[in-house]
């Protein structure tokens, strides 16, 4: 049976209960959620996911009180951080406490833990008596999924129901933070950017976004976040402001190029028929640039484009966070 895509809480929260897996709304990305404490349903997200028992899960909550049950060092800045930025696109990765298993963490001692800003989310988690395991709700090492249908376009025959919560809000998954014995690290870029993680934690921290066979987090393997189509990077040739424009041509690449100065940044095209500009956002807000850029990755595959060339966004705030699904989604 394939899922359906509904508004039901109360339907999903049954299903949850009884150890099935259902596709959530979260302002960042959906989530492919389970009970984060029973080992079953967790094992249920990795096999539909198709996902490595090497890629930890984060688990979902709805109050830092239930946040703490979860670690053995809530320590002040992971209070001063929860509170500034929570319910909020950060998950912070902390000393795990005893009822996490390692099935979760993949064998790490910490664990990655976030309240999402989304009241269907919210709600859910309020009638559960139990955290949320969820992953983005994506086959693993695809594109992120921001609405229902895209859940549904590719793991409804796998999962038992898909929560509809409209489209994302920020469109780019969670910035992860690790907070080990005070040492602040971030781990994966995401939807809250790191100058305002160091504006209220008042110093700077590091960062650890680099690729590695065994990475702190996989997230940031090079190959994330891949479509199926083509994704090159092109410098700048339309002259003009950033308004993440992303170009779809059947035209050889120094064809596709020519073809798009032509333009001159403007829809007008030689020929609609082989080459299609897309702007994330007209008016060059990067916050608007975050939540268009995996729909429209999805689209361009959907309507079998081959190649897509893509402008860098400015490279602060959000846009280090969209340059870095941009980088992945070109590393095939
Ligand atoms: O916005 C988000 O974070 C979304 C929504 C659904 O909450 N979730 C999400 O989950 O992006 P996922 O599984 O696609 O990415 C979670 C990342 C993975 O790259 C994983 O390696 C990392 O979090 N992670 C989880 N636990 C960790 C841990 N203990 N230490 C380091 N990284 C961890
Ligand atoms: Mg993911």
């Given at each position: 049976m394939l899922a359906s895509i509904g508004h039901d809480i109360v339907k999903a929260a049954e299903i949850l209960k009884g150890g099935g897996l259902v596709g959530i709304p979260t302002e960042t990305v959906y989530g492919l959620a389970a009970n984060g404490l029973d080992l079953a349903a967790v094992t249920k997200i990795f096999e539909a996911k198709n996902r490595p028992t090497f890629d930890p899960l984060i688990l979902h909550v709805d109050s830092i009180i239930e946040a703490k049950k979860l670690t053995t060092q809530w320590c002040k800045t992971a209070q001063k951080l929860a509170e500034a930025f929570?319910?909020?696109?950060l998950t912070l990765v902390l000393p795990k406490s005893d009822i996490v298993s390692n099935l979760v963490t993949a064998d790490n001692p910490t664990v990655a833990i976030r309240i999402p800003n989304n009241k269907i989310a919210l709600d859910l988690l309020g009638l559960l008596p139990f955290p949320l395991a969820a992953p983005s709700a994506n086959p693993f090492g695809y594109v992120s999924p921001t609405t229902a249908q895209h859940v549904a376009d590719q793991l409804s025959d796998r999962i038992d129901y898909i929560l509809d919560g409209g489209q994302c809000e920020v469109g780019l998954e969670s910035t992860i933070v690790s907070i080990i014995d005070n040492k602040v690290t971030v781990l994966r870029l995401g939807g809250l950017s790191i100058d305002k993680i160091q504006e209220v934690l008042g110093q700077r921290v590091h960062e650890s976004l680099s690729s590695h066979s065994n990475p702190m987090a996989p997230g940031q393997l090079n190959q994330h976040y891949s479509p199926a189509c083509k994704v090159i990077p092109l410098e700048?040739?339309?002259?003009?402001?950033?308004?993440?424009w992303l170009f779809f041509s059947r035209a050889s690449a120094t064809q596709a190029i020519e073809n798009l100065k032509a333009t001159r940044g403007s829809y007008?095209?030689?020929?609609e028929s082989k080459d299609k500009l897309y702007f994330l956002s007209e008016t060059g807000d990067l916050s608007q640039a975050a939540q268009n850029l995996f729909a429209l990755l999805r689209q361009f595959d959907k309507d079998h484009c081959e190649t897509v060339f893509f402008e860098w966004a400015p490279?602060?705030?959000l846009g280090r966070a969209i340059n870095d699904r941009l980088k992945r989604a070109s590393a095939k």
């Open positions: 929570w319910p909020g696109p700048k040739v339309t002259g003009g402001e950033y308004r993440g007008t095209l030689p020929d490279d602060r705030g």
